[in-house]
Each structure stands twice: as C-alpha cells, then as structure tokens.
T-cell receptor, first 117, second 112 residues
Framework: GAVVSQHPSRVICKSGTSVKIECRSL??????MFWYRQFPKQSLMLMATSNEGSKATYEQGVEKDKFLINHASLTLSTLTVTSAHPEDSSFYIC?????????????FGPGTRLTVL | AQSVTQLDSHVSVSEGTPVLLRCNYSSSYSPSLFWYVQHPNKGLQLLLK??????LVKGINGFEAEFKKSETSFHLTKPSAHMSDAAEYFCVVSDTGNQFYFGTGTSLTVIP
C-alpha cells in the first residue's frame, strides 16, 4: 500500500516548451501533496505544497508562474514547468501524505528526470 | 524551527563491517524522524521512522536507529554492510507531517 507514481519518469524537451509532470497516489487519498526538486548530489528542496481544491503554497524563491501546480483530485497533482530553460533541468520528486493518517510519513514518487536542451 | 544536520557528507565502510550514519535534529515540537535511502536516479525509499513510540526503531534491510532526546540525535546503524547498501541516505524531521525538513544527505560507499 501507499504507492505514489510519477509520469513521465524521464523527459527531454526543447528550451521554451512546457512540460507537465503527474503525481498520483495509487491506493490512498492525498489531501496534500508536495513537490521537491533535487540537483545532482544534493538534497531535496521543497518547491511547493499542493492542496486539493485550493491554490498551492510556494516556498520562497520559487516562481509560481513558472511552476504551475494543480491538485484537482484527491489522487492527482500536476506540476507544469512553463517555458522551460536549461537551468530547469533537474530531478523532480513528488510526495503525498495519506489523508487518513493523522500524523505520518510522506510517500514519495520515483521522480521525474527533466532535461531541457 | 525544525532542522536536520547530517554530520558526514560521505561515509566509506568495508563490506561486512558496521555502518553508522549520524543525524542531529532541532525541533520545537515532539518530532517525527525518518531515514530515507535513495539509489542513483531513483526515488526515496523509507528505511524507518520514529513517531514517539519506542526509541529504538528497527527498519528494513537490517537498519535501525535510536532516538536520543537528550542528544537530539537519530543516528542510523547497521551491524554489517552489504554492497547493495551503497546509496544516498537522508535524515528527515517533521513536526506535523506536513512539512518535511531534509538533511543534506550522506553518501555511503561500501568497499568490497
């Protein structure tokens, strides 16, 4: 149980295009999902907290107009990198918190490797 | 405020010898603490977690960690390293479960 999937696992795109990454909780409902970014050999950096049915909360320094987050259902959150540039190349990881658990862990997706040419 | 310090960015051990990955935390609340492992180009896998129950927590693959409030530590140990343990390890502290604070990670190398 508590499986989180991400799609795609890897994407290569041209500079200026937009890329959408999906994060799904497969066997539980997630009121809250999180989006992280990880640069090579570095730790995870929280980008934003995604709440079902409301606007995402972005961390300081993260451009909300560039990284669009939509959490339209209890099992799906999407991150769209708009007008991607090479500096956006990174490993993007989502996580989801099980709404049925009062206080618990986050379940992480396998990550999406984005390469912008 | 919550924070995590992983004292070693890199640890090397010989196969079959003990592993110790150190983690100290700072928390204003009664924290939940986690250890995650990440293999190259993979997502994070939970090794173990502490959520105010037993202070000695046993996880998967023979790992365990002890919560020591007086030392604000949550070090990860394993009696005997295996080649497959080579990976990046992250210590994480959380207050309510909503916000996770990651350490900078410790890269474990296992020498055959």
């Amino acid at each position: 149980g508590a499986v989180v999937s991400q799609h795609p696992s890897r994407v290569i795109c041209k500079s200026g295009t937009s890329v959408k990454i999906e994060c799904r909780s497969l066997d539980f409902q997630a009121t809250t999902m999180f989006w992280y970014r990880q640069f090579p050999k570095q730790s995870l950096m929280l980008m934003a907290t995604s709440n079902e049915g409301s606007k995402a909360t972005y961390e300081q320094g993260v451009e909300k107009d560039k990284f669009l987050i939509n959490h339209a259902s209890l099992t799906l959150s999407t991150l769209t990198v708009t007008s991607a540039h090479p500096e956006d190349s990174s490993f993007y990881i989502c996580s989801a918190r099980d709404s049925a658990r009062a206080r618990g862990e986050q379940f992480f997706g396998p990550g999406t490797r984005l390469t912008v040419l | 405020a919550q924070s995590v310090t992983q004292l070693d960015s890199h640890v090397s051990v010989s196969e079959g010898t003990p592993v110790l990955l150190r983690c100290n935390y700072s928390s204003s609340y009664s924290p939940s603490l986690f250890w995650y492992v990440q293999h190259p180009n993979k997502g994070l896998q939970l090794l173990l977690k502490y959520t105010s129950a037993a202070t000695l927590v046993k996880g998967i693959n023979g790992f365990e960690a002890e919560f020591k409030k007086s030392e604000t530590s949550f070090h990860l140990t394993k009696p005997s390293a295996h080649m497959s343990d080579a990976a990046e390890y992250f210590c994480v502290v959380s207050d309510t479960g909503n916000q996770f604070y990651f350490g900078t990670g410790t890269s474990l190398t296992v020498i055959p």
